[in-house]
């Protein structure tokens, strides 16, 4: 069974903090994701990574950035907290075979409050 | 633009009741395309993908290219469907195995 852990359930900071969310999988994945889940909106890809030390932005990449140094672990960074970066952040892995889409695993999420 | 459409935000059934869950994408090309779920306090999960053309948990969906839709349909729905549903879009261009979500439709079966 594919596992992708989140460091926090809950984390709740302040306007202008600096966050880490950091993800972990076990499978060895070539692809990781970050999406932010908010009602209404669905999952939106902030950043994903096909390699260490590689990454691309997704569809809404401002306001945070990525690291990716070991291939299990893909982090999401926050450099300055604000009140509208509250969500829910999911990251999800995936492996890479070629030409064929494979599944994408979730981890459980963290619900990010900022005040 | 690459964009998928759920245009119920909320749909309520009583057990027993068939269910359609409304999928349209945007895509000149042939997408892949997935249904994922989420349980209440559970991690989003896959439920079924539109190229292995199977049945999962009594939910079947059917890509219609003319109508650029992919519906979710079970004939009788069950309290335990309960949850949120999410359909996606894997472009088959530009590598990456990326997904495009659409904003979701929560499920709510009543008994």
């Known amino acids: 069974d594919v596992k992708v852990t989140q460091s926090s359930r809950y984390l709740v900071k302040r306007t202008g903090e600096k966050v880490f969310l950091e993800c972990v999988q076990d499978?060895?994945?070539?692809?990781m994701f970050w999406y932010r889940q908010d009602p209404g909106l669905g999952l939106r890809l902030i950043y994903f990574?096909?390699?260490?030390?590689?990454?691309e932005k997704g569809d809404i990449p401002e306001g945070y950035s990525v690291s990716r140094e070991k291939k299990e672990r893909f982090s999401l960074i926050l450099e300055s907290a604000s009140t509208n970066q509250t969500s829910m952040y999911l990251c999800a892995s995936s492996l890479y075979s070629g030409g064929i889409k494979e599944t994408q695993y979730f981890g459980p999420g963290t619900r990010l409050l900022v005040l | 633009a690459q964009r998928v459409t759920q245009p119920e935000k909320l749909l309520s059934v009583f057990k027993g009741a068939p269910v359609e869950l409304k999928c349209n994408y945007s895509?000149?090309?042939?997408?892949?395309l997935f249904w994922y779920v989420q349980y209440s306090r559970q991690r989003l999960q896959l439920l079924l993908r539109h190229i292995s053309r199977e049945s999962i948990k009594g939910f079947t969906a059917d890509l219609n290219k003319g109508e650029t839709s992919f519906h979710l349909k079970k004939p009788f729905a069950q309290e335990e469907d309960s949850a949120m549903y999410y359909c996606a879009l894997n472009p088959l261009s530009g590598g990456y195995n990326k997904l495009i979500f659409g904003a979701g439709t929560r499920l709510a079966v009543h008994p």
């Open positions: 895509y000149s090309g042939s997408p892949e």
């Open positions: 990574s096909y390699d260490v030390k590689m990454k």
């Open positions: 499978m060895d994945h070539e692809n």
